[in-house]
């Protein structure tokens, strides 16, 4: 009853202040997690899987070609947007705050991301992920999250023979991907029906990547991520496909991602963090400044109308970054405090440079690709 509360209230302060509705869900889970509440395991499950439905709604958004076409600027911008706060986190948590080896490693990571979730919600409400400036923003926050991605795994992640079916069975399912999804989307026993299979059928889906991820020690959100950009072409033809998006975008938006947010701020330790705030502080700047460095200055090369709220976008996290944190804490390389300072840090870089984007650096007039 009262995550009910929260997710509706969020939703009223976000249309009431016109900032995006994520933000006030982690605030208010914040609050709640303040206030002695705790998250129950259902709730902790279907947040893990809203990250991985934010993240299919990501890919799902990006335009194909555009990326292409701005493969080689977006992939330079995205490169530095990892580089950079990786190295700054782990110089400041290894020289600065003194932290093992592995805990520098975790948090480096952590703070590397930009989050998928949070731009996308953004792009989202604000109508912008229909336009180039959107899309290829979109594209460059998965290309930096697959750097994190790559690097986490290649820190710690040990192959085991389940790993090789992970990858073997989500490379060869999106390698025949778009020539089946679209066979059971257009089928026309399915068109109509109240009891939504097509959106079933990508549910399926994103739990089997995330059912062989867990086996093979690896995340789903790579291949997550390629479905949607398979699926993407999908949504775009004609009446028999299109609505299937917007209804999928409708049931998540409704029940499901609310609690990804909701319980990213429930599982922060205020206690923990207020006996730290010169390190919550110091890992915030380390991370922000960084970005900064790492992507200003070639947004303003690449993408000078939008450079502002692209960098600003740019250095939001909290997808990956809680799952990067979430495998320290379980894996014994962070402890709950070290857990709490870091999630904290996130849940600020999701929640700061974006009220600032919104509120004084809104991207100039774009074209509509949509």
């Given at each position: 009853m009262i995550a009910g509360l929260l997710i509706f209230a969020a939703s009223v302060l976000s249309l009431r202040l016109g900032v995006s509705v994520a933000i006030f869900e982690m605030l208010l889970g914040l609050a709640a997690g303040a206030a002695g509440l705790k998250p129950e395991p259902w709730m902790t499950?279907?947040?893990?899987?809203?990250?991985?439905?934010?993240?299919?709604?990501?890919?799902?958004?990006?335009?194909?070609?555009?990326?292409?076409?701005?493969?080689?600027?977006?992939?330079?911008?995205?490169?530095?947007?990892?580089?950079?706060?990786?190295?700054?986190?782990?110089?400041?948590?290894?020289y600065a705050a003194h932290w093992p080896l592995k805990a520098s490693l975790v948090a480096a990571v952590a703070l590397s991301e930009t989050s998928l979730a949070v731009v996308y919600s953004v792009l989202t409400e604000t109508g912008l992920s229909?336009?180039?400036t959107g899309k290829v923003l979109m594209a460059c926050t998965f290309l930096t999250n697959t750097l994190t991605a790559l690097a986490l795994s290649a820190a710690f992640?040990?192959?085991?023979l389940y790993t090789l079916l992970f990858l073997a069975v989500s490379g060869?399912?999106?390698?025949?991907?778009?020539?089946?999804?679209?066979?059971?989307?257009?089928?026309?026993?399915?068109?109509?029906?109240?009891?939504?299979?097509?959106?079933?059928?990508?549910?399926?889906?994103?739990l089997a990547?995330?059912?062989?991820?867990?086996?093979?020690?690896?995340?789903?959100?790579?291949?997550a991520f390629l479905f949607g950009l398979?699926?993407?072409r999908h949504f775009k033809k004609g009446r028999a496909t299109a609505p299937v998006k917007a209804r999928l975008r409708t049931v998540s938006y409704a029940f499901i991602t609310p609690f990804f947010f909701l319980v990213a701020g429930m599982k922060v330790s205020p206690g923990a963090l207020l006996g730290s705030f010169a390190l919550f502080a110091g890992l915030?700047?380390?991370?922000?400044?960084?970005?900064?460095?790492?992507?200003?200055?070639?947004?303003?090369?690449?993408?000078p109308e939008?450079?502002?709220?692209?960098?600003?976008?740019?250095?939001?996290?909290?997808?990956?970054?809680?799952?990067?944190?979430?495998?320290?804490?379980?894996?014994?390389?962070?402890?709950?405090?070290?857990?709490?300072?870091?999630?904290?840090?996130?849940?600020?870089?999701?929640?700061?440079?974006?009220?600032?984007?919104?509120?004084w650096f809104p991207p100039a007039a774009d074209e509509d690709l949509a």
């Open positions: 499950y279907v947040a893990g899987f809203g990250g991985i439905v934010l993240t299919f709604l990501a890919g799902a958004e990006v335009d194909y070609k555009l990326l292409k076409d701005n493969f080689r600027s977006a992939g330079i911008l995205s490169f530095f947007s990892f580089l950079a706060p990786f190295a700054a986190g782990y110089l400041f948590c290894r229909r336009t180039r992640l040990r192959p085991n060869g399912f999106l390698a025949f991907a778009g020539r089946f999804s679209l066979g059971v989307l257009r089928h026309p026993a399915l068109a109509g029906k109240v009891i939504e299979p097509e959106i079933k059928y990508i549910f399926f889906v994103l990547f995330v059912y062989l991820a867990a086996l093979g020690s690896s995340q789903a959100m790579l291949p398979v699926m993407a915030f700047a380390a991370k922000q400044l960084a970005k900064l460095a790492g992507v200003y200055f070639l947004a303003g090369r690449y993408f939008n450079r502002g709220y692209f960098t600003l976008l740019m250095s939001t996290g909290l997808t990956f970054g809680l799952m990067a944190a979430l495998f320290g804490l379980e894996g014994g390389f962070l402890d709950g405090a070290q857990y709490s300072v870091l999630t904290s840090v996130l849940m600020a870089s999701a929640v700061i440079p974006t009220f600032i984007a919104q509120k």
